[in-house]
């Protein structure tokens, strides 16, 4: 128990010691040289932060910027304020860049060869090129074939043929099929017909169940073509959010480099210790791999727009933003979900499916009614025996009636597996219903949250900017350390990071909403 208890009080009095030999060595360069360190490099958004019903171009289209001392004034404190105020070069506000200097981003963007890309024209893309909707398409068209092949049972079927026979007059087929037995010789032309009368109903419902799966698929096509137009612009704003973090990794790093340099040349006049400059280095190596990871996700998020674009290689597109002001969202909830139910295509196909369904059953139970068709003949015998033939021409046309009777209680079964089968489509439009009602609530909630959001971030970023030029002012009297200071940047940088998400997670969620009520997104 002595043992460590007399430990105790060695590292305390060791630390003590430290402690005092520090102070001693800030207080006397701060007397001796009469300079204070420069302001650590801070990240600022260049345009102010979203708000709600501000301007939305200066917070879409923002970007971030190191600010940090000139390169000359690196290692020479004289070339510092000898106030306690921060210098001109690297404690003043951001400016906010003026309509030629974001022209000159635009030409330099230009100049670098980067195709442009908007959000509807990724749109259109998306939508000429994805094989998700010529698939759709295709099977649209291909389902009116579908109902053109049933409706040709409600038309007439006509044929004609001519026929040359060279036989033994009289000779008899004694071999093979049963048909009529005597051969001429003869040549002759003629045609058929035959139509079908009635069939009380079967053939008029199977025509009416084509024309609405034909219908169910033509609003299965469009709800492929929103899917796609969603996916768009999930892949558009990921991109451009991925990009956004990118910047701020990247003048992340420019940042804590400019840092870390000012704290080994400070080190190596012997103003600052080497524990600074090792925390300058853990800095640095933290900014790095966020850089790794942002670029990482950057490239993955292209990837992923270039799939939804139906491209098979990779683009180096230059993503531009709308710039739409923030607006909130719908607030009469009821109205969205009727809407909702009246518009969406994959709702509209649903029931156009359960009424095929119905009308199937119906022909499927007609099949147990007689059916009655006419059909008729005519033609002419120019060469032929005339001991054979009293006439050179021939004619007829009759009425048939089909009465089925029994097969095996086949037709029975297949009425009683079609009702059932449309019931069954009667509970999946039902569960659809439901299904979107819960949906657009949840778009609804999350579109909402994602409008206070981009309140709360950018509130959030303001105190970091100032909490990080606090921890500055603090670092450069020497009242704080470096550790103070680097969690006051990697605050400021999430911050920064979180602002710029929630804009594209707001416009995001706003696209979503419009999907789900059945809105072009």
Known sequence: MNLRLHQFIHCAAAASLALAVNCVSNAQSRSTNQTKLPDAPVLQFVGRAA??????AEGNGSSWYPRSPKSGDLGHPASWSDSG????????????PTGSQSANGGNQNQASGKQQLTLQQAEEMAVRNNPRVTVARLLASAQHQVYRET?????????????????????????????????????????????????????RN??????????????????????IRLATDQAFYSALEAQQALKVAQQNVTARQTLQSQVNQMTQNKLKSTLDLSFADVSLSQAKLLQLDAENKANSAMAALDAVLGLDHAVDFDLVDDGAQVQQ??????????????????LQGTVYNQQAAVKFSKAQRDQMLPSISAAGTVGSVPIRPAQYYTSNWWG?????????VFNGFLYSAQAKEAALRAKAAAENTR?????????????????????????????????????LKLAQTRYQMGLSSIVELSQAEYQQT?????????????????????YQIGSAP
């Open 51 to 56: 708000e709600p019903g501000a301007g939305g």
């Open 85 to 96: 105020n921060p210098s001109a070069s690297s404690g003043q506000a951001p400016e906010h």
């Open 151 to 203: 409706r040709s049972a409600e038309l007439p079927t006509a044929n004609a043929a001519l026929t040359a026979v060279k036989a033994e007059d009289a000779s008899r087929i004694s071999a093979g099929s049963l048909t009529a037995s005597r051969l001429f010789e003869h040549t002759g032309a003629g045609g058929g017909f035959s139509q079908l009368i009635t069939d009380f109903g079967k053939t």
């Open 206 to 227: 199977l025509v009416a169940s084509s024309a609405l799966r034909e219908k169910a698929q033509n609003a299965n096509a469009m709800a492929t073509e929103y899917d």
């Open 329 to 346: 969202p719908p607030a009469d909830l009821n109205r969205l979900v009727e809407e909702s139910l009246k518009q969406r295509p994959d």
């Open 396 to 404: 007829g046309i009759g009425v048939n009636i089909n009465i089925p």
């Open 431 to 467: 569960d659809l219903r439901d299904r979107i009602v819960r949906d657009v609530r949840t778009a609804w909630l999350a579109a909402n949250t994602s409008y206070q959001r981009v309140t709360v971030t950018a509130e959030l970023l303001k105190q970091a900017d100032l909490s």
């Open 494 to 514: 999430d911050a920064a990071i979180g602002n710029a998400n929630a804009q594209y997670q707001y416009k995001l969620s706003l696209a979503a909403l419009n």
